[in-house]
């Protein structure tokens, strides 16, 4: 497929990539957002073959990544396209190595890539690599917790501490209050066993996990799964892949009992590359749709609109139990 665009003069290329960046927030559809993906990565990897400066290089290499982590409904997929989209930053990195953006989102992809020590050891690089060439101030905010979160499962108790406390002292307004809790938290031990509130033997927590998968069978909850291999939602008898933007946007609903509004929402995911109000409300529209497909149940009555005019927020209806189970 990609060779048509490889035949093409540069102008043409660049024009035609143009045409796809205008098309990304006109359709809802999730099958076109397929195919829209499909087609822009294709775009850039012929983009990227040119002579070009290394400016335009890095951008395009950085795009390539991000929509590989989007791509692929499957979790062997999924898997596949994060080490495609760790390969694509890395090269990205190697054009403009003085772009802390990159190191960033390379910090962030080996924690999902990556496990064991290993996965803090790489996470920890990538986010000091950041650190030093600079970020803006959000994802500094950020990448300081993920830098804590490193440090302090490798055992640096006090690095990890000051991450945090830099984190908060540029949080002035605490918007990223609840995503500092998320990587303040140790890793739980590998335990094989919990303690049932009320019962008087411990059960396997894989016996747990099957039971509220089996809950969601009967339609009586939901459950977002996530492992190394990608996130799947269970509910309504049914099961759905979803791919890492749509698996961020379900487990903020999950967390987040009372709800978000849009900046909430770009305050907390890293995954939309259009950081506007208009955004977020094309994602949830085009994640309700494929809910609606692949549950076949209503996703405005799952991802409800609640509010006055302005004020709006987005929340998991109340009324439906729902469950996070991560599997590391």
Not at 58 to 80: D, N, P, V, W
Not at 160 to 168: H, I, P, T, W
Not at 202 to 214: F, G, T
Not at 305 to 327: F, I, S
Request: charge should be neutral; aromatic fraction near 10%.
């Amino acid at each position: 497929m990609t060779e048509p665009y490889n035949r093409m003069p540069l102008e043409e290329l660049e024009r035609l990539q143009e045409e796809w960046v205008y098309r990304d927030e006109s359709e809802e559809d999730p099958d076109y957002r397929q195919e829209w993906v499909a087609e822009g990565i294709e775009i850039h990897k012929a983009l990227v073959e040119r002579r070009i400066s290394d400016d335009k290089k890095a951008m395009y290499f950085r795009t390539l990544a991000e929509l590989y982590l989007e791509y692929g409904r499957s979790e062997k997929m999924i898997q596949g396209n994060h080490r495609t989209a760790f390969r694509y930053l890395q090269r990205a990195a190697r054009a403009r190595p003085e772009k802390g953006d990159t190191f960033y989102h390379l910090a962030f992809l080996a924690e999902k890539m990556t496990w064991g020590r290993e996965k803090w050891e790489s996470a920890a690089f990538y986010a000091k690599e950041a650190m030093e060439r600079g970020v803006d101030h959000d994802k500094k905010i950020k990448i300081l917790c993920l830098l804590g979160k490193a440090y302090a499962e490798l055992g640096f108790t006090n690095d990890a501490a000051e991450c945090f406390n830099q984190s908060k002292r540029l949080d002035r307004e605490d918007e990223y209050a609840r995503f500092r809790a998320s990587y303040s938290k140790k890793t739980k031990d590998s335990s094989t066993f919990v303690r049932l509130k009320g019962s008087g033997a411990p059960r396997s927590k894989r016996a747990e996990q099957e039971a509220l998968l089996e809950k969601s069978r009967q339609g009586t909850c939901f459950v977002l799964e996530t492992n190394r291999h990608g996130s799947i939602l269970h509910g309504n008898d049914a099961s759905m892949p979803l791919n890492p933007r749509q698996a961020e946007f379900i487990k903020l609903f999950f967390e987040w009992k009372e709800g978000l509004d849009k900046y909430d929402i770009i305050n907390h995911t890293m995954s939309i590359r259009s950081r506007s109000p208009e955004a977020v409300k094309a994602q949830i529209s085009r994640l309700r749709s494929e809910i609606k497909r692949g549950l076949e149940v209503d996703g405005k009555e799952l991802i409800q609109t609640v509010g006055v005019r302005d004020e709006q927020k987005y929340m998991w209806n109340p009324a439906l139990e729902c469950h996070l189970l991560e599997k590391v």
